[in-house]
């Protein structure tokens, strides 16, 4: 599903994310709510960033006030019947160009698929947030593109009952 937004960027720059778990909903800009493996995952699109609510666990990578940690390369915890595991990269492009392609494809893959959404930003055709389910398990990507820095901040988390 692809969100056109009449909303300026939130987030300013990758190394601005900082990394949350157990918020409650915060206010979103388009949700997309996908059913797999008997749970709910709600894809959240919040301003240039994101927010994913899927059973017990709340993840949210935004620009968040106060004493929100930092975006870790690699973070996992356990929640009752799950363990969790979540890690973040950060690709940066040495010109427009290859930033523009890469922002590309991944709004290409994404973009006939029931279980991904993107939000494309005013402004630049490649400030877009872009979110996806992998496509077994309890999974999801996330893709933050940062036109004015030519970045783009990838994450990966996945939520597995061990039973």
């Known amino acids: 599903m692809l969100a056109t937004l009449d909303t300026p960027y939130a987030d300013a720059r990758a190394d601005e994310l900082s990394f949350a778990l157990g918020l409650p909903p915060l206010d979103a800009l388009a949700v997309l709510p996908v059913e797999r493996d008997g749970l709910t995952v709600q894809l959240r699109l ?11 666990l709340s993840e949210t990578v935004a620009c968040l006030p106060g004493a929100a ?3 870790p390369g690699r973070a996992s915890t356990t929640l009752p019947g799950w363990a969790y595991d979540f890690s973040a990269t950060t690709d ?8 523009g392609r890469a922002v590309d494809a991944v709004c290409a893959r994404l973009a006939d698929r029931g279980d991904a959404l993107t939000g494309a930003f ?8 872009a979110l996806a389910l992998e496509n077994t398990g309890i999974g999801w990507r996330t893709w933050h593109a940062y036109p004015q820095t030519r970045e783009i ?10 039973s």
């Open 69 to 71: 940690d930092p975006l």
């Open 122 to 129: 005013p402004g630049s055709r490649h400030a877009v947030t």
């Open 153 to 162: 901040v990838m994450t990966r988390s996945r939520l597995v009952s061990p």
């Open 46 to 56: 919040l301003g240039a960033s994101h927010q994913v609510i899927a059973g017990p």
């Open 92 to 99: 940066a492009h040495d010109d427009d160009a290859a930033f």
